[in-house]
């Protein structure tokens, strides 16, 4: 029997140092159907994995899909983020990409979707140089996968992006 293929959500939420005393908060408000990616690369192993089990739970009682980062291979989830190569097979994946080049391995990894980034100005890589808008868009629509928005995005940002969603670390806290 072949395995159920997960709708891919408009909305992610990214976990991070920074959000994490807002993300149940945060969760609570995402409508069902979006995706929490949990990354919080900085806890210790024991407690990273104490952390995921508990918002995942809560992400279970709110129809809120959990994506896991780096780190978490084995972990109950509904896909997997990061670079094209380190994406395995189980459920969604989606990669990360900078540029067209980056889209393109993506592609050939078979991935879902592709999180396009830094649209603006983030607080993650303060003064990091960005594509911008118009930029954005351009790559987005040689993408032969699903684009997410990512960096520095907004509800209002996201708005005027015709792409198939958007991600956010700060931008949803």
Not at 79 to 96: E, S
Not at 159 to 172: N, S
Request: glycine share 10%; proline share 6%; charged share 20%.
């Amino acid at each position: 029997m072949a395995k159920r293929q997960l709708a891919l959500p408009n909305l992610l939420l990214l976990s991070d140092a920074r959000n994490d005393a807002r993300l149940e908060r945060a969760i609570a408000r995402l409508p069902r159907g979006s995706g929490l990616v949990y990354r919080h690369y900085h806890l210790a192993p024991a407690a990273r994995r104490a952390r995921y089990a508990a918002l995942r739970r809560l992400c279970r009682r709110r129809g809120i899909l959990v994506i896991t980062a780096r780190g978490a291979r084995g972990w109950p989830a509904d896909g997997a983020y990061g670079a094209p190569r380190t994406l395995g097979h189980a459920g969604l994946r989606l990669a990360t990409a900078h540029s067209l080049r980056e889209i393109g391995a993506a592609a050939r990894a078979r991935a879902d979707a592709v999180l396009l980034s830094p649209v603006f100005a983030t607080r993650t890589h303060p003064g990091g140089k960005v594509l911008g808008a118009v930029r954005f868009l351009c790559l987005a629509r040689c993408s032969p996968l699903p684009v997410y928005a990512l960096g520095g995005m907004t509800a209002k940002r996201a708005a005027r992006l015709p792409v198939h969603g958007w991600a956010a670390i700060d931008g949803l806290c």
